[in-house]
């Protein structure tokens, strides 16, 4: 069947994605959704364009349906927040099928269901360019507390949940080897094409009130903690091969790279970022063992990594 | 200056909008905006992409950047909502300069101050093609009522709030005589460059509780109507040229069309379509003098227009 009609597709995400959610007092199909709503909501917008995010030589559909809604919302879990729903706009490029669309609306419709989270509306468009945007929205944790970013004081402990540079190499070993690369390189491979966003993690940080805030990293460290810190501030990073996951060891050394410049310069980690008071890092790692202390917010701007200051600028979307 | 950097084109957008807003608790710049909600927000999202909703060759800058926000408003209207605040995702291909972007910008923002409307967030993002995506959310009229599409009877009365074939006119002549047709055609050129959204029309009208329902022409009072009726009714319709625009009726005489054609497939109308029950219509119009009756429900499916059936379909987006 082709998807030549607005209506014909419509009734495709209908398969995938219920109508009804309790979050919904009116879904799909109308001009707007109408959504049952806490006194506060957080919310975030996210574009997958082809060519500039995926490429589809590598990504299966799965994968980018997968990927457009974890990246979305890995921006509620930076927030500490709960997701309630999403909206879902499609960029419909000629000449792709009906089984195209059928296996990208499954992977993101799989991860939806894993949050109970409702598609509540959308459009649709045809488009010279394949591409995705989302909006997603939800709730503060029990404590009614949003992370912001910032708010660090000299001398807090930075911290990371997730792993740093693992996608990066993921990315260098799927431009390189294509598909080949994820039975090589199976977890590097996955944190590209198929992020875990850490919203369980983000609500347990949102619960310690001594966590001063928390960003999620998609742009590589080093472009993302000046933004995290805010003028004025530095940090001192204290990172070791150690705290790496395995396979950003072993590609590094395979392909003649440096492990800790990929973890502080690749991109589309989704991991999280946070700061706390040193004294209370303990009773953060109590609550959340899986978290990394990366080192120690400084008066002195610029970042370094065991004292020498680092130059890599991590990535950014408008350079070419 | 090129904007060559996501710090300069985010530099940019803090130049048009605020960054503060009372219903913020948290503005842009972090992974999320925090929004401060009523018990129920309606919310919409609209794609607008160059090529398929509209061309260079005759949209200024400053009209992308009002369309993309009108068309937007337009589907608040629809549920007769107020606005509260919207998100904007911009896919920003090569070569267009900061004056391109200023300008667009500024035709956007001038119509977000109209509403007091902040925004809230988004995303950038390199791309092969000039496009908007904007997610808009808002709140219920004081009597806490949205329109919703349909919930009509046999017998109601079916009305407009708007001119129906305008903007079609307006782009048949601009199609064939680009911005010269701005001055020979200002009514119909300004409908589809610069739509008006029609905000305190649904609001007045929601406030009728008499109103059954409500929706915008986007696609054509024949494509829309039956989307509004919903299955197992039909619509008798009852237009006349005096009910349209003098510029429909002109052009269409000038270029040997039927002006009732253009007024019941012309696309990018952004009317609104309502129904109530026949003799409440009356009070409808003491409250919102500007709507034109255009026929009646009926039990028998299709539409019909003076009796005779209504064969052409509207505007489908997926059509090529």
Chains 1, 2 share one sequence.
């Not at 080192?295 to 979307?317: E, N, Y």
């Amino acid at each position: 069947m082709a998807l030549d009609s607005e209506e014909r597709f419509l009734a495709l995400i209908d398969r995938h994605f219920p109508t009804a959610h309790p979050d919904l007092a009116l879904g799909r199909g109308d001009d707007c959704a109408v959504l049952l709503c806490p006194d506060k909501v957080c919310l975030s917008t996210d574009l997958l364009i082809e060519g500039v995010h995926f490429r589809r030589s590598y990504f299966r559909p799965e994968d980018i349906g997968h990927k457009a809604l974890a990246a979305n919302l890995s921006d509620l879990a930076a927030m500490g927040a709960s997701p309630m729903g999403f909206a879902l706009e499609l960029m419909v490029p000629d000449g792709l099928g009906q089984r195209f669309w059928d296996r990208l609306l499954s992977g993101m419709a799989a991860l939806a269901r894993e949050f109970d989270l409702p598609l509540a509306g959308g459009d649709l468009s045809r488009s010279p360019v394949l591409g995705l945007g989302l909006t997603i929205w939800g709730r503060a944790a029990p404590n009614g507390r949003f992370l912001a970013r910032g708010g660090c004081c000299p001398g807090d402990a930075l911290f990371v949940c997730g792993d740093l540079g693992l996608a990066k190499s993921g990315l260098l070993a799927l431009e390189r080897s294509g598909r080949r690369a994820v039975s090589r390189w199976p977890a590097a491979a996955a944190a590209l094409l198929r992020p875990k966003p850490l919203i369980a993690h983000g609500l347990a940080l949102a619960a310690c009130e001594t966590v001063r805030g928390l960003m999620d990293l998609s742009d590589g460290l080093a472009a993302d903690l000046p933004r995290f810190l805010g003028p004025g501030l530095g940090a001192d990073l204290d990172i070791k091969p150690a705290d790496l996951n395995q396979e950003v060891i072993n590609f590094a050394r395979k392909n003649g790279l440096s492990p800790l410049d990929l973890a502080i310069s690749g991109g589309d980690d989704y991991a999280l970022l946070g700061a706390a008071p040193a004294e209370g890092l303990r009773l953060v790692r109590a609550r959340v063992p899986e978290l990394t202390p990366i080192g120690r917010v400084s008066r002195k701007p610029g970042l370094r990594l065991a004292g020498k200051p680092i130059r890599t600028r991590g990535f950014d979307h408008f350079k070419t």
